[in-house]
């Protein structure tokens, strides 16, 4: 008798697995008291540090009925692992219904995890009016990876020289350089070919009349 009762209670087990599994069967599925539960986090069940992960739960009644968001007054919080006793969760997730291909209306949320590692989520609820499931609580297994990082790019101090370093430089280059023009092209005085066109103009005149004496 006992064999038979234990053999249905596991037939019935399997039943209710069977209703709350979808085609996504490689999803973690939880059940307490007349409630499953597959947990689904975007993207591929692949969640990284850092970056924003929808995260949704198909509840489902024995008998394999959905529990929309409408009906239930869920709560999803999200715990690091190992989880100490009666610690606080780390965040409280926003719920809001997500549809998707296979669901309509489920409760999901965003969750951004703060760094890479193993965490807990946590979605329990009661039925609204009109709904009729037994209050329940899920806990499911997660392992973050590290998120996405871009490395700022370092800076060639060779190339990076600060005003105070360029001006000084720069000024002493420019004074070497007049200093050697000013060598290799001696500066004329403007007056100096004034002098020597009248210089010119005398010595032109002293020839003339030394030529009308000859003659």
Not at 59 to 69: A, E, N, S
Not at 84 to 103: F, G, M, N, R
């Amino acid at each position: 008798m006992l064999h038979r009762l234990s053999l249905n209670k596991s037939l019935a087990t399997l039943l209710f697995l069977g209703l709350a599994i979808t085609p996504v069967s490689a999803h973690s599925v939880k059940i307490a008291e007349d409630v499953g539960g597959t947990l689904h986090i975007e993207p591929n069940d692949n969640p990284k540090s850092g970056e924003s992960s929808e995260t949704w739960v198909a509840l489902t009644r024995k008998g394999g009925k959905l529990i929309p968001l409408k009906d239930c007054n869920c709560q999803m919080v999200v715990y690091t692992k190992p989880r100490i006793k009666e610690s606080a969760p780390l965040l409280k997730a926003a719920l809001k219904p997500i549809s998707t291909s296979q669901y309509q209306g489920i409760p999901g949320a965003d969750i951004v995890f703060p760094k890479p590692g193993n965490y807990e989520i946590e979605i329990s609820g009661t039925p609204k009016a009109n709904a009729n499931f037994k209050a329940f609580k899920l806990t499911f297994p997660v392992t973050v990876a590290a998120g996405r990082t871009v490395a700022a790019p370092t800076p060639n101090p060779k190339a990076v020289n600060s005003p105070s370093q360029n001006l000084p430089k720069n000024t002493s280059q420019t004074n070497k350089n007049a200093e050697l023009n000013s060598e290799k092209n001696p500066r004329i005085n403007p007056a100096l070919p004034l002098l020597i066109t009248g210089a010119s103009l005398a010595g032109v005149g002293v020839l003339g009349v030394v030529l009308q004496k000859r003659k």
